[in-house]
C-alpha cells in the first residue's frame, strides 16, 4: 500500500530533511506511536518504521521511548494465575505427600 501526502516545500526546509528523510521519519513516528499505544507488536512496528527488530529498538533510545511497553492491569492477572497456580501445586505436592506418609 502507498499512502501519499501533498506538502509545501517550505516544510522540508523547515524541518531541514529531504522527502524521503521526511517519510522515514514519519514511518518510524508512527510506529513508536502505535507501538507504545500496544496497538501493534515490536515486530509490526519494526515492520510500519521500515526497519529491523533490532534497528526498531535502538531507534527508541534516542527519543527515550520505552523498549518494552508493560500493560499492568495485564501483568496483575498474570501475576494472580501465578499465585493460584503455586497454590495448586502446594496442595496437590502436600496431598501426595500426604498419601505417601499412608502407605
Known amino acids: 500500500m502507498e499512502i501519499r501526502l501533498k506538502l509545501d516545500e517550505d516544510v ?6 529531504s522527502p524521503d ?3 522515514h521519519e514519519l514511518r518510524l513516528a508512527t510506529a513508536i506511536h502505535w507501538y507504545g499505544r ?6 509490526k512496528a519494526a515492520q510500519v518504521a521500515g526497519l529491523d527488530r533490532t534497528d526498531f529498538l535502538l531507534a527508541l533510545e534516542p527519543r527515550e521511548e520505552n523498549v518494552f511497553v ?3 492491569a495485564d501483568l496483575e492477572e ?3 494465575q501465578v499465585k493460584i497456580s503455586e497454590t495448586l501445586v502446594a496442595a496437590l505436592t502436600n496431598e501426595k505427600s500426604q498419601e505417601v506418609l499412608v502407605v
Open 12 to 17: 522540508y526546509s523547515a524541518l531541514r530533511r
Open 21 to 23: 528523510e521526511f517519510a
Open 38 to 43: 500496544s496497538e501493534i507488536s515490536q515486530e
Open 70 to 72: 508493560v500493560d499492568f
Open 78 to 80: 498474570g501475576l494472580q
